[in-house]
């Protein structure tokens, strides 16, 4: 069975591979993920030289729905007009080369914090002028219900073990003393000017509103805040706490700056603690303890006016 604390570290583990995952690694994971969830019914494509893939990046044969993937980089929105650009010619190819088997036709990307309008704008362009098909977008939701349709193992195999509700109720000592001194040593190597951080214009971050992944894994650790706080206090060096808060509150400030979502900003703070890749259960609970101590101290995100005010 799949406990809520499996699926939202999964939710976690799959933003992270959809923000990291550009160009043609995005098609591959995306065709992989299909390709387990459907077997031989999915086939996977890729172009053959001067062919092309005829604007065809994977088809699904039972419903003769035709895929067109953009990875974008960092999984940014900025470059629209790409973007509008790519699903007009991707689709206009299929429809002049595959248009015997296609019955449907959608754009699959990897834009975890939303499209921009001009996208959902081309999309029903292209509904009105091609009343034969039928068109949809796949994002992040549609890659969550397509994954949580599987049994536990292949999940895995996709998005690496999730730590469950025992593995939170035993923190590791030895993984929390590794995570702490890998965090350090990556402050001492980065330091960070503070000199280029400059005051955040007011309303460019809507007060503290994360994701409910985010949300869940920020209270799934306050169980094991107080070991965090406990040990950095007991630490030999007495400035480790310190100098862990205020890397984090530089970093916070630094993605706050940038007016990136909430999401956007627990997705990078998470990174900087797990570093990228899959990350085994009990350094997911380490880095989930970590995050919540500094989010419980203030350290990352807003206190609420009313009780910063009192």
């Known amino acids: ?181 890998a965090v350090v040593a990556a402050a001492d190597a980065n330091p960070i000017d503070l000199s280029n951080i400059r005051p955040v214009p007011a309303g460019k971050l809507d007060f503290n509103k994360l994701p409910g992944h985010w949300r869940s894994m920020i209270a799934g650790g306050w169980q094991n805040a107080h070991l965090v706080e406990r040990y950095l206090s007991n630490h030999h060096d007495p400035l480790t706490g310190e100098r862990i808060a205020q890397r984090f509150r530089v970093r916070y400030q630094y993605f706050k700056e940038q007016n990136l979502a909430p999401g956007t900003i627990m997705s990078s703070l998470y990174e900087e603690v797990t570093g990228i890749g899959i990350v085994a259960p009990q350094r997911q609970v380490a880095a989930q303890a970590l995050l919540a101590h500094l989010f419980e101290s203030c350290d990352i995100f807003e206190e609420p006016p009313a009780k910063a005010a009192s």
């Open 1 to 181: 069975m799949i406990t809520s604390e499996q699926k939202y570290w999964w939710r976690i583990a799959l933003e992270l591979k959809m923000r990291k995952s550009s160009g043609d690694a995005f098609q591959d994971f995306f065709s992989t993920m299909m390709t387990v969830a459907y077997g031989s019914d999915f086939i996977r494509v890729r172009a053959f030289g001067v062919k092309g893939d005829k604007g065809c990046d994977g088809y699904l044969q039972s419903t003769g729905k035709v895929f067109a993937c953009y990875g974008a980089i960092n999984a940014a929105s900025d470059k629209i007009n790409y973007l509008i650009a790519k699903m007009g010619n991707d689709f206009a190819k299929a429809l002049k080369e595959i248009a015997a088997i296609m019955k449907e036709w959608h754009m699959v990307h990897n834009l975890v914090d939303g499209l921009p309008t001009d996208a959902i704008l081309k999309l029903d362009e292209l509904k009105v002028t091609n009343k034969g098909h039928k068109f949809g977008f796949i994002g992040m939701e549609g890659f969550e219900e397509t994954i949580f349709a599987l049994d536990k193992d292949k999940i895995d195999g996709l998005l690496g073990m999730a730590a469950t509700a025992r593995d939170a109720q035993n923190l590791q000592p030895t993984e929390l003393r590794d995570l702490v001194a």
